[in-house]
């Protein structure tokens, strides 16, 4: 499976950019996806996750409520629509996917492919 990010780039504090992470390859699975942030030398940080049904999802405390996971099974994409983004948001963003969940997962050991990331930078 192959994971590609786009929609980021240089972005103004309170905007609402959409990322989007298309799956190509063994799409035929069903696999949980997740979004994640990284900052240079710190580990990744867990931001949101949704279900292959799109039953459950699930936030970090620090964009819920700004940040929302969605899929497009038939498409084959993954979303993050990121709402009212603060300088603090600024981070390369990866998209990833576990082959083994039913569920959601949030830590970033259990997934099994990732995305090359792509870059967010929020301006004050």
């Known amino acids: 499976l192959q994971l590609a990010e786009s929609g980021g780039g240089l972005v103004q504090a309170g905007d609402s950019p959409r990322l989007s992470c298309a799956a190509s390859?063994?799409?035929?699975?069903?696999?949980?996806m997740g979004w994640f942030r990284q900052l240079p030398g710190k580990e990744r940080e867990f931001i949101a996750a949704?279900?292959?049904?799109?039953?459950?999802?699930s936030y970090a405390d620090s964009v819920k409520g700004r940040f929302t996971i969605s899929r497009d099974n038939a498409k084959n994409t993954v979303f993050l629509q990121m709402n009212s983004l603060k300088p603090e948001d600024t981070a390369v963003y990866s998209c990833?996917?576990?082959?083994?969940?039913?569920?959601?997962?949030?830590?970033?050991?259990?997934?099994?492919?990732w995305g090359q990331g792509t870059q967010v930078t929020v301006s004050a």
């Open positions: 990833a996917a576990d082959r083994k969940s039913l569920g959601v997962t949030v830590s970033a050991h259990e997934y099994d492919y």
């Open positions: 390859g063994r799409t035929s699975s069903r696999y949980a």
């Open positions: 949704i279900s292959w049904n799109r039953a459950l999802t």
